[in-house]
Structure formats: C-alpha cells, structure tokens
C-alpha cells in the first residue's frame, strides 16, 4: 500500500511539474502584447514619420512631434490640439486593437516591431497660426523608432 500511495504521490508530481514547464512564460493576452510594444522597457518614444487628413499630407502640422506611452497614460510633444501632451488611455476590449483617450476619442492601433499607425476621427476644426490650427477629419498618424 506505501509503494502505491509514493507512487501515486511521484506521479501527482511529475504530472505537475509537467504541467508547469508546458506553460510558456512568454505567452501573453493581446492587450499585453500590446503594450509591451508601445511603451518597450519604458523608454521607447515614438517619432513622427507622416501624418494624413482625409488622405491629404498633413505632416508638416506636426513636424517633430513624438509620443510615449506608459501602463495608462501617453506624452506626447508638438501633437498640436489634436493631442494633448499628457493624457490617460486604455484599450476599447481584450483585443487591444484599438483605446480610448480620456475624452472618449477612439484611437484605432496597428503596429510592428518599429512602426505605429494610430488613426482617430477628428471632429473639431480651428482656426489660426501654426500648430494651433486643426482639422477635421479622419487622422492618421505614422510614427517610427
């Protein structure tokens, strides 16, 4: 019966520890994934590379602006009224295809590696000088590493 009872015992064991090993560590829900792609270590900024409204190059709007992000929040600098340079965010669902800002914009993401598409609906339009001007539309902003 004590052999039985240590075998049983090992076998409750070894099937565990099994179990435990089969377990990838580097497995992660796509929300977690997907913001170790956007903040990185934590110093990750992502810079510019071109920006459209409804189509049409608007980059020159936003020359030099960068954004960072962290576990709930966003910085960004030169993002003009479109973007505010701090802010809180979080993901729309589990699919992380996409977050809400604090004021409800939704801004839709795609990425890889060292590219950041973000995309949202502008729906306010102003008027004068510089980058205290925006417009209406449908933004899409390209950044880089």
């Not at 015992?9 to 913001?35: H, N, R, W, Y």
């Not at 979080?90 to 990425?111: H, K, N, P």
Request: contains cysteine; aromatic residues 12%.
């Amino acid at each position: 019966m004590k052999n039985i009872n240590a075998k049983f015992l090992l076998t409750i064991t070894l099937v565990s520890l099994g179990s435990m090993a089969s377990c990838d560590g580097d497995e992660f829900s796509p929300a977690e994934q997907m913001k170790r792609l956007l903040i990185g270590n934590g110093s990750k900024t992502w810079k510019i590379q071109s920006v459209t409204i409804d189509d049409t190059d608007q980059t020159i709007q936003f020359t030099g602006m960068t954004m960072k992000f962290s576990d709930d929040a966003y910085f960004t600098t030169d993002g003009g009224l479109v973007w505010p340079s701090s802010d809180t965010w979080e993901f729309t669902d589990l699919q992380a295809i996409a977050f809400y800002r604090s004021d409800g914009i939704e801004v839709q993401i795609e990425t890889s590696g060292d590219r950041l598409l973000l995309s949202l609906d502008w729906t306010k339009t102003t008027y004068g000088g510089g980058r205290t001007a925006s417009i209406a539309g449908e933004h899409i902003f390209e950044f880089g590493l």
